[in-house]
C-alpha cells in the first residue's frame, strides 16, 4: 500500500493507474476503522481493479469542537488493517491541503431541503461539511467508484444527489450497515460508551424492529409510533432527539399506503451520540 500526502501524488498515481486500464474504487473516512469500513473496503476490492481508502477527520462536518478534538485517532492500526484488506493506496491529507484557505473561508457545497432535515436539523452546518470534503476528495481522487455505509443513510442521499446537482463522474455505491452480534451498528462512537451504555446501546435497533413490527401488522398511525419510540427510548435512559418513518425517495414524513421506508432515529446515551435506521418495504403497500 503506498501513502500519499499531496493531492499531485494522489492524481499521479490515479492516472498512472487509469492509463493502465485499472478502475478505481474509493472509500473516503475519518479512520478508527471498524468491521463497518472494511466491509466498504471489500466491496470496493470486489468492483474495482484498484482500492484507494483516504483518512481525514473533517473539522467541517463537526458542529462542537469537543467532538472533533474527542474524535478516536487510530493511525497505525488503521494502516495496519487497510494493509492486511489489500487496499493499494491510502490518501492522508492534512488540513492545509483540504482547505488551503481555512474552513470557514473555503467554498462549501450545500444541499438545501434534504441538508436541512433530520440530521441537517439537529447539526447545523454538519452535512456542508460533509458534502464539501466529499466534493474535494472525489475531485482530488477522481474515483470511478465511491463507497459510503447505509448507516449514514441521510449522508448517502445528500451524496447522491450532490454527485446528480454537479454531474460528477462518479457512482456512488452504498453498503449495508455492519452490526455487531446484539444488533448495535457499528460506529467509531460506539468506543466511548461505557459498560451501562454499551449494554442499553442495542435498544436503539431493537426499537426500530419493533416499529417495522407494529408496520408489518398493519399499524398505521405513523406519528404515534414515532412519540411512543421517543418516550420508550427517554424511559430506558436516552435522550432522544428523533426517531422518524420516512419515504426513502426523499425522507418525507411517510404515510400509509406508502411502499418504500426507512426509520431513521439519533439518541444521545450519555455524552455519545448514536444514529441508526432500517429500510424496508411496507406490507400495506
Ligand atoms: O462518513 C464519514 O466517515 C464521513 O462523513 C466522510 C464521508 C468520510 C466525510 O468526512
Not at 5 to 27: E, H, L, N, P, Y
Amino acid at each position: 500500500m503506498i501513502t500519499c500526502q499531496t493531492i499531485d501524488a494522489i492524481r499521479q498515481q490515479v492516472a498512472d493507474w487509469k492509463t493502465a486500464g485499472d478502475t478505481i474504487a474509493f472509500v473516503p473516512t475519518m479512520g478508527n476503522l471498524h468491521a463497518g469500513h472494511l466491509q466498504l473496503v471489500s466491496q470496493a476490492r470486489q468492483q474495482a481493479s484498484r482500492v484507494v481508502v483516504s483518512i481525514f477527520v473533517n473539522p467541517l462536518q463537526f458542529n462542537e469542537a469537543a467532538d472533533f478534538e474527542h474524535y478516536p485517532r487510530t493511525i497505525d492500526e488503521d494502516c495496519r488493517q487497510l494493509q492486511s484488506a489489500a487496499v493499494d493506496a491510502l490518501f492522508l491529507p492534512t488540513l492545509d491541503v483540504i482547505y488551503p484557505h481555512g474552513q470557514s473561508a473555503t467554498t462549501k457545497v450545500i444541499v438545501p431541503g434534504l441538508g436541512d432535515i433530520l440530521e441537517g436539523e439537529h447539526r447545523p452546518g454538519h452535512f456542508t461539511g460533509v458534502t464539501t470534503v466529499v466534493n474535494k476528495l472525489f475531485n482530488m481522487v477522481q474515483p470511478d467508484l465511491a463507497f459510503f455505509g447505509e448507516k449514514d443513510y441521510q449522508q448517502l442521499m445528500l451524496i447522491r444527489r450532490m454527485r446528480d446537482d454537479l454531474d460528477m463522474p462518479v457512482q456512488v455505491r452504498g453498503v449495508a450497515t455492519q452490526r455487531e452480534p446484539d444488533g448495535l451498528a457499528m460506529s467509531s462512537r460506539n468506543g466511548r460508551l461505557d459498560a451501562g451504555e454499551r449494554q442499553l446501546a442495542p435498544c436503539l435497533y431493537q426499537q426500530l424492529a419493533e416499529i417495522e413490527g407494529a408496520i408489518a401488522r398493519g399499524e398505521e398511525d405513523f406519528r404515534q409510533l414515532e412519540q411512543d419510540a421517543e418516550a420508550h427510548l427517554d424511559r430506558q435512559g436516552f435522550r432522544t432527539e428523533y426517531v422518524r418513518i420516512c419515504r426513502q425517495q426523499d425522507l418525507s414524513a411517510a404515510q400509509p399506503g406508502d411502499d418504500k421506508l426507512v426509520i431513521l432515529l439519533a439518541a444521545w446515551l450519555g455524552q455519545t451520540r448514536l444514529i441508526d435506521n432500517i429500510s424496508f418495504s411496507s406490507p400495506s403497500a
